[in-house]
């Protein structure tokens, strides 16, 4: 008989298309599958209730899945280095199987482990997290990829391998120590917000519903923000529960020939691959902004702003709904991420990084790569970003992306007897009418924190100081 095969779990929380879980499944008789709760990660300021929420629940799905092919999954707690050390002399394991991650945190650990691992197994990572690994994709002189398009058009180029079935049976050695999940209260968290079921069930159940009902109408919807036109599958991509490969491969499916809809929901698979190999090519991005020059904004960071903005009290309908969605679902439209972004940034004139902060710690689906990347696109600070000179006017947006202000009112209930005319500027309402639809300004709902021509003005200024170029002629508001 073979020496079994610890697989580590991390971020590849599913049994199907798991590279490395398969190929341990091949190389022996037996399988170790641990999960180690980490309490360097658990004590991170970043690290959110609903993430850890969403984590253990997959982890029970996780474990489910398993028993039912006959093993169970192995939870332990502490140092990853020390457990596994322990757990190859408790199984006189052959090797230690993972998939590997981009975030300089995990690569230092992963370098940890290794280290005290030399001499005693094998240890092997496998690429698993995207359609391609993130430094395989560079230009003709060999550098990596800053752009997106070139990049998509390049990882298009390539053949995307097939996504592989779960294995049908797993054996886990008898008699082996582990300690039962922990409850989110033993980990010392707590929270009321209303979340999608996580695990690799939801993931696959979330994916067929998506591509039967919503996918064929993914390019014209994914942006209004009432309706949710979105997948809904960013949770179980960031942690793991749905292979990218088998997303990749069933919107070609189901649209063997190609279509828009399909063409742009590709697209967002290959934005989360772009990026991964951004920060694994220029992790500076963890801490500073990809353009150097913008380390130096001088942002005026005033914390009451910062306070209103997070808790959904700006004046601007649109940006606090979007901040109320976050707090009370840990999660956040695409669209909606981008329009609070500028807000905080370039209205505010908050350093990204402060934004970027709360949104880790509230969104389920919060990943360092993409969130990082979104922030410092929004901010026009990073790798491919939105021009400085373009800057979306809040109001504008949300007459563009919810005319009717439904998804204003689902998420502020101070604003749902406003009529149409006035979701969007409830400032607007004469008094009489405020009184009469129970929103009156400063007192059930706030007046607008800043006025956005002005700070639009200061934005353009405080960026074209940091760039040290002429300011571009015919600016653009972003609408």
Same mark, same amino acid.
């Given at each position: 008989?073979?020496?079994?095969?610890?697989?580590?779990?991390?971020?590849?929380?599913?049994?199907?298309?798991?590279?490395?879980?398969?190929?341990?499944?091949?190389?022996?008789?037996?399988?170790?599958?641990?999960?180690?709760?980490?309490?360097?990660?658990?004590?991170?300021?970043?690290?959110?209730?609903?993430?850890?929420?969403?984590?253990?629940?997959?982890?029970?799905?996780?474990?489910?899945?398993?028993?039912?092919?006959?093993?169970?999954?192995?939870?332990?707690?502490?140092?990853?280095?020390?457990?596994?050390?322990?757990l190859v002399a408790e199984t006189r394991a052959s090797a230690v199987y993972?998939?590997?991650?981009?975030?300089?945190?995990?690569?230092?650990?992963?370098?940890?482990?290794?280290?005290? $691992?030399?001499?005693? +197994?094998?240890?092997?990572?496998?690429?698993?997290?995207?359609?391609?690994?993130?430094?395989?994709?560079?230009?003709?002189?060999?550098?990596? !990829?800053?752009?997106?398009?070139?990049?998509?058009?390049?990882?298009?180029?390539?053949?995307?391998?097939?996504?592989?079935?779960?294995?049908?049976?797993?054996?886990?050695?008898?008699?082996?120590?582990?300690?039962?999940?922990?409850?989110?209260? /033993?980990?010392?968290?707590? @929270?009321?917000?209303?979340?999608?079921?996580?695990?690799?069930?939801?993931?696959?159940?979330?994916?067929?519903?998506?591509?039967?009902?919503?996918?064929?109408?993914?390019?014209?919807?994914?942006?209004?923000?009432?309706?949710?036109?979105?997948?809904?599958?960013?949770?179980? $991509?960031?942690?793991? +529960?749905?292979?990218?490969?088998?997303?990749?491969?069933?919107?070609?499916?189901?649209?063997?020939?190609?279509?828009?809809?399909?063409?742009?929901?590709?697209? /967002?698979?290959?934005?989360?691959?772009?990026?991964? =190999?951004?920060?694994?090519?220029?992790?500076?991005?963890? @801490?500073?902004?990809?353009?150097?020059?913008?380390?130096?904004?001088?942002?005026?960071? *005033?914390?009451?702003?910062?306070?209103?903005?997070?808790?959904?009290?700006?004046?601007?309908?649109?940006?606090?709904?979007?901040?109320?969605?976050? $707090?009370?679902?840990?999660?956040?439209?695409?669209?909606?991420?981008?329009?609070?972004?500028?807000? $905080?940034?370039? &209205?505010?004139?908050?350093? #990204?990084?402060?934004?970027?902060?709360?949104?880790? @710690?509230?969104?389920?689906?919060?990943?360092?790569?993409? *969130?990082?990347?979104?922030?410092? #696109?929004?901010?026009?600070?990073?790798? &491919?970003? =939105?021009?400085?000179?373009?800057?979306?006017?809040? @109001?504008? =947006?949300?007459?563009?992306?919810?005319?009717?202000? &439904?998804?204003?009112?689902?998420?502020?209930?101070?604003?749902?007897?406003?009529?149409?005319?006035?979701?969007?500027?409830?400032?607007?309402?004469?008094?009489?009418?405020?009184?009469?639809?129970? +929103?009156?300004?400063?007192?059930? !709902?706030?007046?607008?924190?800043?006025?956005?021509?002005? =700070?639009?003005?200061?934005?353009?200024?405080?960026?074209?100081?940091?760039s040290g170029g002429p300011m571009p002629s015919g600016l653009q508001s972003?609408?």
């Open positions: 008989m073979t020496r079994p095969i610890i697989h580590w779990f991390r971020r590849d929380l599913r049994l199907d298309d798991n590279t490395a879980l398969l190929a341990a499944y091949a190389a022996a008789e037996a399988i170790v599958p641990v999960f180690i709760v980490d309490d360097a990660i658990l004590r991170r300021p970043d690290t959110g209730a609903n993430r850890v929420a969403f984590l253990l629940e997959s982890l029970r799905d996780l474990d489910a899945g398993m028993r039912a092919r006959g093993g169970r999954l192995i939870p332990r707690r502490g140092q990853p280095e020390a457990e596994l050390a322990w993972f998939n590997l991650d981009v975030e300089p945190f995990a690569l230092a650990r992963d370098a940890r482990v290794r280290a005290r $691992l030399a001499g005693r +197994c094998a240890v092997e990572g496998f690429e698993d997290g995207g359609l391609t690994a993130p430094g395989a994709i560079k230009t003709k002189a060999g550098t990596p !990829y800053t752009v997106f398009t070139p990049y998509k058009n390049a990882v298009l180029a390539q053949p995307i391998a097939r996504p592989r079935p779960a294995p049908a049976a797993i054996r886990t050695p008898p008699d082996l120590a582990s300690e039962p999940l922990p409850t989110l209260a /033993e980990l010392g968290f707590a @929270t009321a917000a209303i979340l999608p079921p996580g695990g690799e069930s939801a993931a696959r159940a979330r994916l067929s519903d998506f591509i039967r009902a919503g996918l064929e109408r993914y390019a014209t919807g994914r942006d209004a923000l009432a309706t949710d036109g979105t997948s809904g599958l960013s949770p179980y $991509l960031r942690f793991g +529960c749905l292979s990218p490969r088998r997303a990749y491969w069933a919107a070609r499916e189901a649209f063997p020939e190609g279509s828009p809809d399909a063409d742009a929901w590709i697209a /967002e698979l290959i934005w989360r691959d772009f990026y991964r =190999q951004i920060l694994f090519h220029f992790p500076r991005v963890e @801490t500073g902004a990809f353009k150097r020059a913008y380390d130096d904004l001088a942002w005026e960071n *005033n914390p009451e702003w910062l306070d209103r903005w997070r808790a959904g009290r700006t004046g601007f309908p649109i940006v606090d709904a979007a901040m109320r969605q976050l $707090l009370t679902t840990g999660w956040m439209h695409n669209r909606a991420r981008m329009i609070v972004a500028s807000f $905080l940034t370039k &209205d505010l004139l908050i350093d #990204w990084r402060q934004g970027e902060r709360h949104f880790m @710690t509230h969104l389920a689906d919060g990943d360092l790569a993409a *969130n990082n990347g979104g922030w410092q #696109w929004a901010a026009s600070t990073g790798t &491919d970003a =939105q021009p400085y000179f373009r800057i979306f006017n809040p @109001t504008a =947006q949300g007459k563009k992306f919810d005319p009717a202000g &439904d998804y204003i009112r689902r998420h502020i209930p101070e604003l749902r007897a406003v009529p149409e005319r006035w979701i969007h500027e409830p400032a607007r309402m004469p008094l009489d009418a405020q009184r009469a639809f129970r +929103c009156v300004i400063g007192s059930d !709902y706030p007046a607008p924190l800043v006025d956005h021509g002005r =700070q639009r003005a200061k934005a353009l200024a405080l960026y074209g100081r940091a972003g609408g």
